[in-house]
Structures are given as structure tokens and as C-alpha cells.
């Protein structure tokens, strides 16, 4: 049984913590039998029918698997959702997941678009807080409507990475950032400066988490 495609669950963390349980990297961290009925839990989870992939997955039984594995032996979770609007957006956001992977620090990945999937994304972000999530990114270019669409159905801190996607050179996504009206607030770092969100959404993190803290103290 392994995690589907998209669901970012395998960072440098969870490899070294699975390493330490003695078992191959990837499988699932559960006594073995189907007798065990945490075993029979997730298995039911497996065998129930996914939801059609919206971007590159939506949230399924993979979501849940990680919180049941990771609360019952104590393993670090993922506090940190990314959220591009498409596919290109991937290799501009570059930086930060570089950065993110370099520190060993757990984050989601996901790709939905405020304009052409807004129910879902509207849906996913709603459910970050109850998955454990505390700081979502958002990288955005043109009228960057993304970052804005996830603050307004969240209280998570939302921090956005405008991106240059067209012939302004993202001052029209620099622009659409920092004048959110009042009430729906979204950070703003600088164009095309994904590691500053990551820094950012760090230093929020390390307000509550050691971990945090300890990752912040690596960049020197």
C-alpha cells in the first residue's frame, strides 16, 4: 500500500523516521496483521473509491492514512500547504520546494485554479486547518486571484509569491496581492521569491514549533 501520485508525504523527515522503525521506505508505519484495527482501518481506507484527481490529486484516503499513521507513532506532519494554479506554475515556485526539501521539512503540493477549479479549491482549502495544516503558499501570477480565493475561506495564514506569467513581468500579480480589501489579508513577498515564502511560513511556525526554529537555525 503506498501513498498516490501528488500526495507529498515522502520528505527527508519521514524517510529518516521510517529508517528508525526498521522498515523499507514508504510503507506504511502499521503493526502488521489484519487483526490490528488501526491495519483494518486504513485498509478499508484503501479499498474505498477515490475521488476523481482535481490539479494533480485531491485530498483522499492518502490524506487520512497520513494523520492515523502519523499521530499513532508520534511522526512529524506536514504544517505546510503549497497551492500553484497550474502545472507551469511548478518549476516558478522551484526555489521554496528546494528549500523545504534542504531543511527536511514536510509540506503538500497541490495544483487548483481559482478560476477553473474554484468549488474545489474552495472545498480544499476550507479543510486545511482540520488536516493539521497552520500556513499555506500560494503562488500565483496575472491577476493572482489565487492566494485571495484561499484567505477568503480560511483563518490559516496565507502567504503569496506573485509570479511573472505574462507581459508585465508580475507587477500585476505584485499589485493584485497587496491591495486585498480589508478583511481577507494575504502576505505579499517579492516576484518570483518563493524561498521568502518559505522563510516566512518558518518563522510563523517557529512561533509553535521547535522544529520550526531548528530549520530556521540551518540557513545560517
Same mark, same amino acid.
Not at 47 to 68: C, F, H, M, Y
Not at 86 to 113: C, F, N, P, Q
Not at 143 to 157: C, F, H, M, V
Given at each position: 500500500?503506498?501513498?498516490?501520485?501528488?500526495?507529498?508525504?515522502?520528505?527527508?523527515?519521514?524517510?529518516?523516521?521510517?529508517?528508525?522503525?526498521?522498515?523499507?521506505?514508504?510503507?506504511? &508505519?502499521?503493526?502488521?496483521?489484519?487483526?490490528?484495527? +488501526?491495519? !483494518?482501518?486504513?485498509? #478499508? /481506507?484503501?479499498? %474505498?473509491?477515490?475521488?476523481?484527481?482535481?490539479?494533480?490529486?485531491?485530498?483522499?484516503?492518502?490524506?487520512?492514512?497520513?494523520?492515523?499513521?502519523?499521530?499513532?507513532?508520534?511522526?512529524?506532519?506536514?504544517?505546510?500547504?503549497?497551492?500553484?494554479?497550474?502545472?507551469?506554475?511548478?518549476?516558478?515556485?522551484?526555489?521554496?520546494?528546494?528549500?523545504?526539501?534542504?531543511?527536511?521539512?514536510?509540506?503538500?503540493?497541490?495544483? &487548483?485554479?481559482?478560476?477553473?477549479?474554484?468549488?474545489? +479549491?474552495? !472545498?480544499?482549502?476550507? #479543510? /486545511?486547518?482540520? %488536516?493539521?495544516?497552520?500556513?499555506?503558499?500560494?503562488?500565483?501570477?496575472?491577476?493572482?486571484?489565487?492566494?485571495?480565493?484561499?484567505?477568503?475561506?480560511?483563518?490559516?495564514?496565507?502567504?503569496?509569491?506573485?509570479?511573472?506569467?505574462?507581459?508585465?513581468?508580475?507587477?500585476?500579480?505584485?499589485?493584485?496581492?497587496?491591495?486585498?480589501?480589508?478583511?481577507?489579508?494575504?502576505?505579499?513577498?517579492?516576484?518570483?521569491?518563493?524561498?521568502?515564502?518559505?522563510?516566512?511560513?518558518?518563522?510563523?511556525?517557529?512561533?509553535?514549533?521547535?522544529?520550526?526554529?531548528?530549520?530556521?537555525?540551518?540557513?545560517?
Amino acid at each position: 500500500m503506498r501513498p498516490e501520485k501528488g500526495d507529498h508525504i515522502g520528505s527527508p523527515l519521514q524517510r529518516r523516521a521510517e529508517a528508525r522503525q526498521g522498515l523499507p521506505t514508504n510503507e506504511p &508505519l502499521v503493526p502488521g496483521g489484519l487483526e490490528n484495527p +488501526l491495519r !483494518e482501518h486504513i485498509v #478499508g /481506507l484503501e479499498n %474505498r473509491q477515490a475521488k476523481p484527481a482535481v490539479g494533480l490529486e485531491s485530498p483522499t484516503w492518502t490524506d487520512n492514512w497520513q494523520l492515523i499513521t502519523r499521530n499513532c507513532y508520534n511522526l512529524p506532519m506536514a504544517r505546510i500547504a503549497i497551492v500553484i494554479g497550474s502545472e507551469s506554475d511548478r518549476e516558478r515556485m522551484k526555489a521554496g520546494l528546494e528549500l523545504l526539501e534542504k531543511l527536511g521539512v514536510e509540506y503538500e503540493i497541490r495544483v &487548483l485554479s481559482a478560476h477553473r477549479n474554484p468549488d474545489e +479549491l474552495g !472545498e480544499y482549502a476550507a #479543510g /486545511l486547518s482540520d %488536516r493539521g495544516f497552520e500556513v499555506v503558499i500560494a503562488g500565483a501570477g496575472l491577476s493572482a486571484a489565487l492566494p485571495g480565493t484561499i484567505a477568503a475561506r480560511t483563518n490559516l495564514p496565507v502567504i503569496g509569491v506573485p509570479l511573472d506569467a505574462g507581459t508585465l513581468g508580475g507587477l500585476d500579480a505584485l499589485l493584485s496581492l497587496v491591495q486585498m480589501p480589508r478583511g481577507v489579508p494575504v502576505a505579499c513577498v517579492g516576484i518570483n521569491n518563493p524561498a521568502n515564502a518559505v522563510i516566512l511560513a518558518l518563522r510563523i511556525l517557529a512561533l509553535k514549533h521547535d522544529w520550526a526554529a531548528e530549520a530556521l537555525g540551518k540557513l545560517g
